[in-house]
């Protein structure tokens, strides 16, 4: 698992410091959006190598929107229902 520290938990006011080599930063990445439920195709994946080679503190404060992103969601319901159903069921 790579190490996340360095990664903001809240709003980011200032620069995060620090420097990865841009392998350790594509990991960051790959298990933040995983982590998130994001599954990852192939062209996305080239995506977060591409976004790897940024500096840290651009990889950092992107990790932090996934983080806070999926922190935030509301878990799916667990069965669909659609909006005919919906008004099927209040008639």
Sequence with gaps: MPDTTGIPAGP??????????????????????TTAGIDLGEYELKIVDWLSMWEWATVATICSWIQRAAAGRQPAPAA????????KDTR
């Excluded at 980011?12 to 959006?33: H, N």
Aim: proline letters at 7%.
């Design 12 to 33: 980011v006011t200032t620069e995060p410091a620090g420097f990865r080599i841009s392998d350790e930063q594509a990991a960051v990445l790959r298990d933040t959006l």
């Design 80 to 87: 669909a229902v659609t909006p005919a159903e919906t008004l």
